[in-house]
């Protein structure tokens, strides 16, 4: 910026800028000019315009003073301003506060600890002060969800409360409040890619934590994309209550993240066929941790839960998954929805097996046949599948049934998918592909199927166009004890060990080897007016819950009763543990496998996944699921050479309580 006014502007001679004290003037009024002469000045006139131009110079100087005072105020401002940018700042406020602690160690003792801290606009000193003095009390979801998460991260120091009145409560609240979350959600959900697709866990406990420790290991709302779990959370396995209690309390807490599937065993003739599972039954686990009547209470309640559950989802609007497979069309296939269209019409509550009075005997159809149907072996691809449809009954028996490739081409086709993803069927590698590598088939437990030693559980990324399958190493071990002789049990009471094998927590260590009684639990370690809901309060809340009616008359599609534990001629059909000798083990081949199907649907990315193991041709392949151990393997505690009798579409436990 410049300012500047000009002496010529205002048309005075050069002569009469020189200052009146440099010019000499005489004392009679005489001017000295230049050249030294005296020039007389008589001329009134004269003199009158000299006084004047004197007037106007005087008046300039000082206007020329203030204009460089002005310059240099602005000058000083420039700096001021240039000077902040260059990193020169004001003082910023702190304040330092004094309060009252407790010291961690066993002492307790109190303790002042000085902090010092920035001072914001919003909250002075005084504030914070306060507000640090309030009470930091959960609600009661986040107090229910707290206590569940705890259990499952350490259930070692949670034996107390795994079998105390105050876990069945929670197992109630639990399912009260997840049941309306699930009716809400359609039969079939529809979500996006990443997700992890999770197949059968039957009540392992150890498996699913190797998944939270290699997978969300900072909780599953900190980790990147949704969870899908295909179904089958109980039964075979001795910690059924706190798969489902960590299960649901996951659901309750990331509604939108977390989708739980049904399976043939979120069904009341299966987790109530205590006669067959024995003492892995699910209802044999809450009647043993909870006595007949809270715990049947337990199990009607989070089998309504099960009820709830949507039997199918959907990922990327090209990978169909469900628990069992894919569903005998209803409707004309041709019209717009297909087989998602009739699975969207199932009822959202479905009892299935047994039915309810209000299930449409063609939708109740659709239902079974999500969780109970199989791949086609090879030679029920030869000889008992037809045909035209492409289905066939399954080795199973009792009324399921097994897909072909021409179903499985029919579905891909009609609802323009590119693969479908399954559980139901024992894998030692955890992961299995089939019909063409377009069935995947997926097994999140590595126990309590008879795949030997080396078994894996796995479970699969879906993120876009890639695949990628996550398996536990056999060698993997976590904070559980499978040697009867390991040094973190030499403390414990016989009785304790027994405890702890009940709930799953020690394996390898038969029931032969506990002593035949064991110490009952002290429910005084739980104080009773602690506890949220009382005993009225709860079989009143009981009372209140909406009541669907079984028909008793009505035969489901699928009969567990007399369906076999495994298809005839697999390997785990009477044998319980299988020598690692007799298993080679097999090694994933992760070379990719053809999806021109896929990429048509997408512009760009990569796509890997796993070859399929037999054959290059449809007409030479032979399924790997093969029927192998669907999930109902007889072991040493179920009573062997059962007689089923005449078949009931009621279960041995709805018979006993009078459902």
Known sequence: MTIMSTIEDYGIPDEVLESPRKRGRSKSGSREARDGTIVAISDKQTKSLLRERDAKIAALEKEVIGLKNKISGLSKEQAMIMGQRKGKKGLTPYGNTVRVSTSKCSAKRRQLLAERARMGRNASISTQAILNSLPDEASPKEALINRVQDMFRSPNEHVGYLKSEQFAKDLIKLNKKVKGILEDEPRCVFLQSPAYVFGDIHGNLEDLHFFSDNIWNLGMALTAGNFVFLGDYVDRGMSCLEVVAYLLAMKLMLPQKVFLLRGNHETRDVNGWEEHYGARSFIAQCRDRFGDDLGYKVWELTNSTFDRMP????????????????????????????????????????????????EEDDYQQVASDCIWSDPASEDQENYSV????????????????????????????????????????????????????????????????????????????????????????????????????SVSIAMLSEAEIKERVQLGLIEGYTAEDAPDECEEEAWEEFDEDELNTSREDLDSSLEEEEEYVVDERRKSSVDPNRTMSSPEGTKDRNVFMVDDSEMPSKKIDFDGVDTTMRRKKRDKGKFDSIAEENGDSDEDEESTVDGEDDDHTVDPLETENYERGTSTSMSPALKKFSF
């Open 386 to 485: 037809d045909k035209n449809t492409g289905y066939g009954d399954s080795l199973r028996g009792g009324g399921a049934i097994c897909f072909g490739h021409k179903a499985v081409t029919n579905f891909l086709q009609q609802q323009g998918f590119s693969y479908i993803m399954r559980a139901h069927e024992a894998h030692a590698e955890g992961v299995a592909v089939s019909k063409g590598a377009r069935v995947f088939t997926v097994f999140s437990t590595s126990k309590d199927h008879n795949q030997g030693n080396n078994a894996m559980a796995g479970c699969i990324l879906i993120d876009f166009e890639k695949m990628q399958v996550i398996n536990r190493s056999p060698a993997y071990r976590n904070q559980y004890v499978h040697r009867r002789d």
């Open 311 to 358: 039997l199918a989802a959907v990922i990327d609007q090209d990978i169909f998954c469900v628990h069992g497979g894919i569903p005998r069309p209803v409707s004309d296939s041709s019209v717009e929805g297909g087989r998602i269209k009739d699975i969207l019409n199932v009822s959202k509550v479905a009892g299935i097996n047994p039915p309810y009075e209000h």
